[in-house]
C-alpha cells in the first residue's frame, strides 16, 4: 500500500511536476511476466524515477545498511525501503552474493519486475563501469529476459554525496528485452555469464552514451579516493 501511495499521491506527482521526466521504449515493457530491468546507477534518485516511470510495481534488491541503522534515522530508513518493496541484501560476497540471487529468484519467480543495477553501485563519476556477472545468473537460472535501461541527467541533478537535488529534466530510455535462452544450462560457466553481462552493459552504453570502462566501479571509487582518475586512460595501466 505504501508503494502506490508514495508513487501516485506524495512523492509520484511533485517529482512529475519539478522533474518533468520523459522517457522512450517503453512500449518494449512486458504487460506481464518476470523481467529483470537492469539499470545504470548514477544518482540516489534513481530508484525514485524508474519505478515512477514503470506502471507495473517493481521490487529493488537494496543493500542491506538501509535496513540496519541505528536511531530514529535507521527506523525510518527501514520502514521507507521495507514499506516500497525494497529487499535486503547483503553484498560482502560468497554465501551473502548465493542469498541475494536466490531472492532476486523468488521476485522472479512470482513473474514480478526485479530492478538491478549491474555496476552493483553508484557511479562516482557519471561512467558506466563493467557489471557483476550476478544479473546473468539470475538470468539463465530463472529463464526471464534482461531489459536494459538508461537512466538520463540523474547523475547531473544529484550526482553522488548530494543531498539536495537540481532542477533540471531527466529521462528513462528502455531497450528491447535481451533473451538468452540460448545458455539456458550453463548458468555455472563464467565465461557465459560474463558474456552475458558485457551483452547487457554494451546495450546500457549504446542507450545511456556513457563513456564506458572495463573496470568495477567500487574500484574505481578506490582509484578516485586516492587522487587518479578513473577512465579509460587509468584503466590501461
Known sequence: MLYWFLKYILVGPWLKVL???WREGEQYIPASGPVIM???HLSFSDSFFLPLMVKRPMTFL???DYFTGKGFKGFFSK????GVGQLPVDRSGG?????AILTALEVLDRGNILGIYPEGTRSPNG???RGKTG???MALESGAPIMPVAMINTYEIQPPGTLRPRLMRVGIRFGKPLDFSRYEGLEDDRFVLRSVTDEVMYELMTLSGQEYVDMYATRAKELISQGKHADSRSSLQ
Open 95 to 99: 554465501r551473502a552474493s548465493e542469498a
Open 62 to 64: 537494496a543493500k542491506s
Open 38 to 40: 537492469a539499470s545504470n
Open 79 to 82: 520502514m521507507f525501503f521495507s
Open 127 to 129: 561512467i558506466l563501469y
Open 135 to 137: 544479473l546473468a545468473r
Open 19 to 21: 522533474f518533468r521526466p
